[in-house]
């Protein structure tokens, strides 16, 4: 069984289309992120959900918009894909702010997506 | 201000040798946590030991070792007896307790030679 599990794993597309990636934990975690990979390997936050609440917007363009339907998905959305969006997107899922024992963010495998 | 600094940008050794993954963090919590994560060329992000700011033990896992010193703000990984397959990219991150905000570092790439 996945734990976190995002979909699609390669996303090729046109500049100005709009695509989405869909992520789904099973893991009955309070929070998830989503993460932007760039070229050079960093790793940086766009979002946060605790419970379906927007808790993270780290000055994100306004063409991004995560969508969270149940505390076990988040999506992302985004509109007229620029070149700079390539990158491999991360979802991720934890337990939950103040809460103890395993606190760590566990990881999709990734999604590519390659803007042409 | 949260901030997660890891100074080694590529690292090589030449398999079997020790090396050391440097991590120096900041932050204005009392409560946080610290964690390593491994991304090797397949992409996936592998989560390898979670340490929370008030428990300073140091920790070793077979080969791998992990030193926690809150005076100097530093988490570092140390991989004994290198070998090729530990070839990856290894994050150092930083979660608050308050708000669930995980920061990485900018990750240290690491190649293994045979």
């Known amino acids: 069984d996945t734990a976190v599990s995002q979909t699609p794993k390669y996303l090729v597309t046109q500049m100005g289309n709009d695509k989405s990636i869909k992520c789904e934990q099973n893991l009955g975690h309070d929070t998830m992120y989503w993460y932007k990979q760039d070229s050079k390997k960093f790793l940086k936050i766009m979002f946060s959900y605790n419970n379906k609440e927007l808790i993270i917007n780290e000055t994100v363009p306004n063409r991004f918009s995560p969508k969270s339907p149940d505390k076990a998905h988040l999506n992302l959305h985004i509109n007229s894909l620029e070149l700079g969006d390539s990158a491999v997107y991360f979802c991720?899922?934890?337990?939950?702010?103040?809460?103890?024992?395993?606190?760590?963010?566990?990881f999709g495998q990734g999604t590519r997506l390659t803007v042409v | 201000a949260q901030k997660v600094t890891q100074a080694q940008t590529e690292i090589s050794v030449v398999e079997k040798e020790d090396v050391t993954l440097d991590c120096v963090y900041e932050?204005?919590?009392?409560?946080?946590?610290l964690f390593w994560y491994k991304q090797p060329p397949s992409g996936e992000l592998v989560f390898l030991i979670r340490r929370n700011s008030f428990d300073e033990q140091n920790e070793i896992s077979g080969r791998y070792s992990w030193n926690f010193q809150k005076s100097t703000s530093s988490f570092n990984f140390t991989i004994t007896a290198s070998q090729v397959v530990d070839s990856a990219v290894y994050f150092c991150?930083?979660?608050?307790?308050?708000?669930?905000?995980?920061?990485f570092g900018k990750g240290t790439r690491l190649h293994i030679l045979p």
């Open positions: 932050t204005r919590d009392t409560t946080y946590y």
């Open positions: 991150a930083l979660r608050h307790n308050r708000d669930d905000k995980i920061i």
């Open positions: 991720a899922s934890s337990l939950g702010p103040r809460r103890q024992g395993r606190t760590e963010a566990f």
